[in-house]
């Protein structure tokens, strides 16, 4: 009988043992999951941010490169249909560009 009862005791201590362990083991399968998890959210977000900057980047090539183009069409408008002499209508292409690009100090919108 005692023989049984020391098996018993046995056997419930390599339980507790095997429990304590697996609870080991599922801790760090948790930890390792969760660092993980920070590094797969920290390379997303690196990759997000860059990538929003390159479109943004590129949306602002474009529009300056509309702008310039607009510009040139305005321009060209301007010499198209107003005839007048080079002086003038230098000064007049001079000041739309002016205004087009935003106030500068000291100039003034014809």
């Given at each position: 009988m005692r023989d049984v009862i020391e098996?018993?005791?046995?056997?419930e201590a390599e339980g507790r043992r095997l429990v304590e362990a697996a609870r080991k083991d599922a801790e760090q399968i948790l930890?390792?999951?969760r660092a993980e998890r920070r590094i797969l959210l920290e390379r997303a977000t690196r990759e997000s941010r860059l990538e929003a900057e390159n479109i943004l980047a590129t949306a602002g090539d474009e529009a300056r490169r509309e702008k310039a183009e607009s510009l040139a069409c305005?321009?060209?408008?301007?010499?198209?249909?107003?005839r007048l002499d080079e002086t003038?209508?230098?000064h007049l292409v001079e000041a739309a560009v002016r205004c087009l690009r935003g106030p500068v100090e000291n100039v003034k919108c014809l």
């Open positions: 098996k018993v005791m046995a056997a930890a390792n999951a305005a321009a060209d408008e301007v010499e198209k249909e107003i003038t209508r230098q």
